[in-house]
């Protein structure tokens, strides 16, 4: 898969301690993805992951770039229904 991270997801990741397999494994093959409420440009893809006792990580990246950006990443703690 050919993404970067921006400097923002960079960042949370190593505060967050998210791994970068993790990042991928939601790009690669989400549970659900979800259109940006705000901005078109940016889509969500969440997975759970069961290193994180199945806990739901939303990655968010900006599909019109080339590579694709990686904008940020977190675990949702309000999504129930993966």
Known sequence: MNYI???????????RKIRTEWI????????RTENDEI?????HALRTIP????RVLRVIYNETTDPMTVVTAYFDNEVTDL
């Open 5 to 15: 991270l921006s400097d923002h997801a960079h960042k949370r990741m190593i505060k």
């Open 51 to 54: 290193e994180k006792g199945f």
């Open 39 to 43: 901005d078109p440009t940016l889509v």
């Open 24 to 31: 991928e494994m939601a790009l690669m093959h989400p549970a």
